[in-house]
């Protein structure tokens, strides 16, 4: 099929990976607009005085004048404060570590950008996400498989774990099938000015931001204490049974340990347990151990965050999770899993994970992911992501 007459709305965000994106569409023969999003501009919590959006909206627009393609910048920071800022915060004042840059996919990127573009009468939107989608045919309907991309280093499919069967029919990746050192050898060679440029840090569209001097935006400080527990605490003798696979055992070794300040002791003090989350060793300030201390379990109704020495404490691994039914999302729409079915995957709890070897038991309430190996903390409102080789087949918000 020609692409001539094909319409791509490419979401430019002054960096190498987006310009090669607009680079190839353009070559391919395809319609190419692109679009910067000016998502945020508080420049009161970004590292030094740094104002990120604005270099970043000057190199886009360079790059589209090099491809010789319209441009254009749009204002989404009030659907980015309401979709995402607002919703960071209530997440973390709850005792939740949320994910901004999966959300920013699904809410901004791939909804808001998405309508958009389709209202310039696109065809497809496009961004320079190392991924690839794939049609195929089940059952005389197309279906579109969202895979890893290429470069295993660079793969992002984790951040794209939300998208829908509609959005991946209107969405191209055009750097999914290479390599970042091939993206930026392309830059190079065709003089775009972002071939050298630094991949972007820090949250999605925001820049480089202090997480708790933002987060202080709206969370008031709380001074309360830590209190570190004993690897050879009582609380670990207990045995899991991890062959019961009724929904009240895989439940019961889902849930966090239960810890009371009795069951340590207090080594310091914390200004908010909600500035803090599982697996944190950094924030602590607290010195005077062999090993470094790290988050096991944040309390923020009695403000109070429990540590422990090294990263091998036995606070820290759990080997089942649990996703509720309705924060469940499969890509694989056409899919369906029966009540009490066991099946094998890989998944990771976090970005850049390496895929660990799982079994997810869907249950009636939800499903549980049950690991072969133990996972370091697993995170109350991370997302955990389940494939089937190089397909991401679902995900899921862990409770």
């Given at each position: 099929?020609s692409?001539i007459k094909k319409?791509v709305?490419v979401?430019?965000?002054?960096g190498v990976?987006?310009s090669v994106?607009?680079?190839?569409l ?6 190419v607009?692109g ?6 501009h508080d420049e ?5 005085n ?11 627009m360079?790059?589209?004048d090099k491809?010789s393609?319209p441009?254009?910048t749009i204002d989404?920071s009030k659907?980015y404060?309401?979709k995402i800022?607002d ?5 973390y004042?709850n ?6 840059d999966v ?10 950008f998405?309508?958009i573009?389709?209202s310039l009468?696109?065809d497809?939107?496009?961004?320079g996400?190392?991924?690839r989608?794939k049609?195929?045919?089940?059952n005389k309907k197309?279906?579109?498989?969202l895979?890893?991309g290429?470069?295993?280093n660079k ?5 794209l774990c939300?998208l829908s ?15 970042k050192s091939?993206?930026r050898?392309?830059a190079?060679?065709?003089g ?13 569209f925001i ?5 708790p001097d933002?987060?202080?935006q709206?969370?008031k400080?709380?001074i309360?204490?830590?209190v570190?527990i ?6 670990y003798?207990?045995?899991h049974?991890f062959?019961?696979y ?5 439940l019961?070794?889902s ?5 009371d300040?009795?069951?340590g002791?207090?080594?310091g003090?914390?200004?908010?347990a909600?500035?803090?989350t599982?697996g944190?060793?950094?924030g602590?300030s607290i010195?005077g151990?062999k090993?470094?201390?790290y988050?096991i379990?944040t ?11 090294g990263k ?6 759990k080997?089942v999770l649990?996703i ?8 694989r729409?056409d899919?369906?899993f029966?009540k009490?079915l066991?099946?094998k995957?890989q998944?990771?709890?976090r970005y850049r994970?390496q895929?660990q070897d799982?079994?997810l038991?869907f249950?009636?309430k ?12 697993i995170?109350k409102g991370?997302?955990?992501v389940?494939?089937q080789?190089?397909e ?8």
């Open positions: 099929m692409n319409r709305v979401a430019l965000s002054g990976d987006s994106a607009a680079h190839l353009v070559k391919k023969g395809y319609e607009i679009v910067f999003m000016k998502n945020w009161s919590v970004t590292i030094s740094e104002c990120p959006w604005v270099e970043d909206s000057y190199d886009a360079i790059v589209a491809l393609i441009f254009q989404l659907d404060q309401k800022v919703y960071m915060f209530s997440e004042k005792g939740n570590t949320p994910n901004p959300l920013c996919n699904r809410e901004i990127k791939f909804d808001v998405l309508k573009a389709m009468r696109a497809f939107i496009a961004t996400h190392y991924c989608v049609e195929i045919n089940k197309t279906v579109y498989q895979l890893a290429k470069d295993q793969d992002q499919s984790y951040f939300q069967q509609e959005q991946l029919s209107k969405t191209l990746f055009p750097i999914g099938e290479l390599d091939e993206v050898s392309i190079k060679n065709e775009l000015i972002t071939a050298e440029k630094k991949d972007s840090q820090g949250l999605c820049g480089k931001v202090k997480l933002f987060l202080q709206k969370l400080k709380k309360g204490k830590i570190q004993p690897s050879d605490s009582y609380i003798k207990n045995i049974d062959s019961n009724s929904f009240e055992n895989l019961k070794t849930n966090s340990f239960n810890y300040i009795e069951d002791e207090v080594v003090e914390h200004n908010g909600h500035f803090f599982n944190q060793r950094k602590l010195g151990s090993d470094p201390l988050v379990k309390d923020v109704i009695n403000n109070i965050i429990y540590v422990g020495e091998s404490h036995p606070g820290l691994f080997k649990f509720k039914k309705d924060d469940i999302h499969l890509v729409s899919l369906s029966e009490d066991k099946i995957f998944a990771r709890i994970q895929l799982v079994e038991c249950k009636s939800g499903v549980f992911l049950l690991f072969k190996n133990k996972q370091s903390a995170t991370q997302f955990a389940w494939y080789g190089d991401l087949i679902g995900s899921g918000v862990i409770n």
